[in-house]
């Protein structure tokens, strides 16, 4: 079936270091793929999101290309601040259904520190 | 704006009771799904619903139920409230398309404990 596999948290960085939170997907069709953010005592929020390979979404900084060859949807930013820490969550949207249902990975913390 | 809510935002039952969880959407969305927060589980789909009178049973769906009578509410009930269930809620919803690519946006989530 269809899942999402994420990296592993939780995740602490100095201000302005370099992000990857590895994501990696199985799908039969073509999914969409998705990076929400989740602030503390929020819901989730749509961050990125890419359609089809090798598309590239991009939002506040942050970036994650569709790999196709290689099943996945890493999210980078290139210097990270004190306000990005957050949950991350990849998801995947498959339209076998015709209603898109989303599939989310656990979740990875970031913490960032001054 | 449009918007979709959840009620209440904090709950503590008792083992055994029946709790109902709203969930309100003014944007108009086909789509509405539960989800269920938990460390090291990330979301699990418990229902969804592609419409009026559509439901649909997801990964964890056991123990609870949903009844979709218009478009904009997708009420989720704990038959019989258990502590397993204690966790964190979510409702969202998205607009159909045949193509994927849609977004989905999610209410503030209610935090139910069963004790």
């Known amino acids: 079936g269809d899942s999402v596999t994420q990296m592993e948290g939780p995740v602490t960085l100095s201000e302005e270091a370099f992000l990857t939170i590895n994501c990696t997907y199985t799908a039969t069709g073509y999914p969409s793929l998705f990076w929400y953010v989740q602030y503390p005592g929020e819901g989730l929020q749509l961050l990125l999101k890419?359609?089809?390979?090798?598309d590239k979404g991009s939002n506040k900084g942050f970036e994650a290309t569709y790999r196709k060859e290689t099943t996945s949807f890493h999210l980078e930013k290139g210097s990270v601040q004190v306000s990005d820490s957050a949950v991350y969550f990849c998801a995947l949207s498959t339209s076998q259904t015709g209603a898109n249902n989303l599939f989310f990975g656990t979740g990875t913390r970031l913490t960032v520190i001054p | 704006d449009a918007e979709i809510t959840q009620s209440p935002r904090h709950k503590i039952t008792e083992t055994g009771r029946q709790v109902t969880l709203a969930c309100h959407q003014t944007?108009?969305?086909?789509?509405m799904f539960w989800y269920r927060q938990d460390l090291g589980h990330g979301l699990r789909l418990i229902h969804y619903?592609?419409?009026?009178?559509?439901?649909n049973k997801g990964e964890v769906s056991d123990g609870y139920s949903v009844s979709r009578s218009n478009t904009e509410d997708l009420p989720l009930t704990l038959e019989s409230a258990a502590s397993s269930q204690t966790s964190v809620y979510f409702c969202a919803s998205s607009a159909f398309r045949g193509q994927g690519a849609t977004e989905a946006f999610f209410g503030q989530g209610t935090r139910l404990t069963v004790v």
């Open positions: 619903s592609y419409g009026v009178q559509d439901t």
């Open positions: 944007w108009n969305h086909n789509n």
């Open positions: 890419a359609t089809k390979a090798d």
